[in-house]
């Protein structure tokens, strides 16, 4: 076969665009060589419907294994009592849970979009929104944090089936013991969606979900470094917290209209490929130097807040308990839209994000969204979040500069040079 000579200039141009730029999108990371490896590999060749041992297709043993250590390492990491490591991405595993557990037109209770939340948390543009009615929670206007008696209020006033609880630019812990409390009073299920945090929840840095919600489902690329795919899982008693009922009136374990929502609810073949590198991602996410890594994520995070604030930036909630913050730009005179822009322009990557309460559109925004999750894979540390944010605010106080951002475009090549990227060591 001749070789694609087009495509892999372009993979090559991507691969210096990101080792030469400071990569700051808080859902992206950088995965290890091997990640990489598994998921550039033959397993991508087998189709293997259904779960391990029981399968639609001949000639899935070696697949079986593959998967049952991935389902056996997430257990492990998340301390969980049943896994689906199937979903092909964070939108598939959200879906796959709202199959399983609603009827169409059903309540769901979600966090707002514009406030934090994600599109599949029941956005009118979304299925979510579309074939369930959705409810929203905020945050409080003051304090920038989740408003737990509007949560409360609305879930008592509506009676919602499903509560879901989790964000996608959102700063703080959770209180999901709160919210169980709350979807106990109603008659409705919880679902924690961990996708950005999931690693700081599975190494302990934050609470824990898994005992409180009924389900919980993640992204497996984000801090938890592994290919870009999903996962859901229960902890302990909730198999059968209802005693969920099929159409035809027979009683379902909780974890079989899990994995029947899955396949052949959502999906097709599961890609076994990226399964064997979410294997790789757990194994990686269990030992010594992911603890460190994650550690100094939060570290970073907080450094980076830190120094925002000084220079006078205004971040939601005041800071961080994770791995990323929301910066509310309207002190600054700029949108969100042209603060990115001007950012990549100097090879700084951000996104634009609503703010609460935004007065501009999604499009435009008033904020910024940034997360230390793959600079500090890069070996970034706290003393590394001051020099980060003087270049920022360099763009963002003189954003039609060309001449100064081509400068600092420089200084960001230089300051990245020293942190190699798949250059000459293994990316751990
Ligand atoms: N849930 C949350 C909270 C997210 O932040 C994201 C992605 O950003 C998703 C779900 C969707 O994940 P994916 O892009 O893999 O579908």
New binding site residues.
């Given amino acids: 076969m001749k070789r694609d000579k087009l495509i892999f200039k372009l993979l090559d141009e991507e691969q210096q665009r990101q080792e030469e730029g400071i990569e700051l999108i808080a859902?992206e990371n950088f995965v290890s060589r091997q990640v990489m490896e598994a998921a550039g590999s033959v397993a991508t060749n087998k189709y293997a419907e259904g779960l391990p041992g029981k399968r639609y297709y001949g000639g899935c043993q070696v697949v079986d294994e593959i998967e049952t250590i991935a389902i056996e390492r997430a257990k492990q990491l998340f301390n969980a009592e049943w896994v689906n490591v199937q979903p092909h991405?964070?939108?598939?595993?959200?879906a796959a849970v709202m199959l399983a557990v609603l009827q169409p037109g059903d309540k769901i209770l979600g966090f707002d979009l514009s406030h934090g939340?994600?599109?599949?948390?029941g956005s009118p543009v979304n299925f979510s929104g579309k074939l369930y009615e959705p409810h929203f929670y905020g945050v409080n206007k003051e304090t920038g944090r989740v408003d737990y008696d509007q949560l409360k209020e609305v879930a008592l006033r509506e009676k919602p089936k499903l509560i879901i609880a989790?964000?996608?630019a959102y700063s703080r812990d959770w209180d999901y013991e709160f919210i169980r409390k709350v979807a106990d009073e109603v008659g409705a299920l919880v679902l924690a969606?961990?996708?950005?945090p999931a690693g700081l929840i599975a190494r302990g840095l934050l609470i824990d979900p898994l005992p409180h919600c009924h389900i919980v489902?993640t992204?497996t690329?984000?801090t938890l470094r592994g290919p870009?795919?999903?996962l859901i899982m229960m902890g302990k008693d909730f198999e059968n917290p209802f005693g969920i009922k099929t159409p035809k009136g027979e009683i379902r374990m909780m974890s079989s209209l899990l994995d029947m929502a899955v396949f052949p609810g959502t999906q097709g073949g599961p890609l076994e490929h990226i399964i064997a590198a979410k294997a790789v991602a757990f194994g990686e996410a269990l030992s010594d130097s992911y603890m460190k890594y994650i550690v100094q994520v939060k570290k970073n995070a907080d450094a980076m807040a830190e120094a925002f604030v000084k220079l006078g930036y205004q971040i939601i909630s005041g800071g961080t308990d994770n791995h990323l913050m929301l910066i509310d730009l309207r002190n600054k005179n700029i949108t969100g839209k042209a603060a990115e822009n001007a950012l990549v322009a100097a090879d700084i990557t951000v996104n634009k994000n609503m703010v609460p309460y935004d007065d501009k559109s999604p499009f435009v925004t008033s904020g910024i969204r940034v997360g230390t999750a793959a600079i500090t894979t890069r070996g970034m540390k706290e003393k590394h979040m001051d020099h980060i944010v003087e270049l920022i605010d360099a763009v963002i106080t003189d954003p039609e500069n060309e001449h100064s951002i081509k400068k600092i475009r420089k200084r960001v090549h230089k300051l990245m040079y020293d942190f190699p990227l798949y250059r000459d060591k293994d990316s751990e």
């Fill in positions: 859902s991405s964070g939108a598939q595993a959200n939340g994600h599109l599949t948390h989790g964000a996608s969606d961990i996708s950005h489902t992204t690329h984000k870009r795919g999903g």
